[in-house]
């Protein structure tokens, strides 16, 4: 059973006009009311995936030792290799159950005993980056801006491309799950399907929902950036990664974000379309650099 609805973006980059709108008011529909969507023919080619999945597996299966040669002092994890341990949900003070490795557009850092590993996430970012731009195309039109509102706001910004690596639990993990309860900061988040489940999704009832996404689908969430512009139209819904049964303990989870960042000097002031006396002004003007600045340091990952 579907927790979140699912769209053809091909029906958006090729589609006749009906076809269009149709994708856009879906797309808008459910950022608004889930803050999730599903979608499918969204141009990102699978073996390019599949080969970046192997490289990152052979990554995290590297010694402690030298998965540290490429941690970046001063990058706030930002680049290069983040330790076990070391990131936690805002408004936590336990650190979630992963490490992680990130690309971004510029001053990356090369894995010596994966030569292909940076190349291949490169070229998964530029793909990831395309997707997601289209995307954002069809949001700016249901906001009523114009269609290339996100364009140069987004070229050349700060989106990351993340491979999370959560370790097989060896003992009874004394609160902590492999990704604690939270918001993304950033635009919207593009996530290639998981190498195991578990990431579930906190719906308006308070209930919490799994997420299965089918064979070649990709999830996409809002973020609390895109939910800041609109002044809390779109929603950032909170999402975990929860641990799975005890039986299953012996098996790790990869997975493969990209969270779609804007330039830093983007203004995240509240769009006036967005603002009305049934939905009041909630936020204060600020950057988008600003922001992130702000939330590298709640999670821990900015001192």
Not at 231 to 237: G, Q
Request: with cysteine; hydrophobic share 40%.
């Amino acid at each position: 059973m579907r927790t979140i609805p699912l769209i053809d973006l091909s029906q958006f980059e090729k589609g006749d006009v009906g076809e269009k709108n149709v994708f856009i008011e879906t797309l808008g529909n459910a950022f608004h009311t889930v803050g999730f969507v599903g979608v499918i023919n969204h141009g990102i080619p699978s073996d390019l995936i599949q080969s970046f999945y192997r490289e990152a597996h052979a990554f995290f299966a590297l010694s402690e030792s030298e998965k540290l040669k490429y941690k970046i002092p001063g990058a706030n994890g930002q680049r290069g290799y983040t330790a076990f341990g070391t990131e936690h949900a805002k408004q936590s003070k336990v650190a979630d159950l992963k490490e992680f490795f990130q690309i971004g557009n510029t001053g990356n850092v090369s894995v010596l005993e994966t030569p292909t590993f940076l190349s291949l996430g490169e070229n998964l970012y530029r793909a990831f980056e395309r997707a997601g731009s289209s995307l954002l195309q069809a949001i700016a039109l249901h906001l009523n801006l114009p269609v290339d509102y996100f364009d140069q706001r987004i070229e050349n910004g700060t989106s990351i491309l993340r491979a999370i690596h959560y370790p097989p639990i060896t003992q009874e993990p004394a609160s902590a799950i492999r990704a604690e309860q939270h918001e993304d900061i950033n635009l919207i988040t593009l996530l290639v399907g998981a190498s195991a489940g578990g990431l579930e999704l906190l719906s308006k009832e308070g209930e919490w929902l799994p997420i299965v996404p089918e064979a070649d689908e990709i999830v996409i969430n809002v973020g609390d950036m895109l939910q800041r512009l609109t002044n809390n139209y779109l929603r950032s819904t909170t999402h975990r990664v929860v641990n799975p049964p005890k039986e299953e303990w012996h098996l790790p989870r990869l997975s493969i974000p990209f969270f779609l960042h804007p330039r830093p000097e983007m203004d995240l002031s509240c769009l006036e379309n967005c603002v009305s006396d049934e939905n009041p002004l909630h936020f204060e003007p600020i950057t988008a650099g600003e922001y992130l600045d702000e939330r590298l340091r709640e999670i821990g990952l900015k001192k």
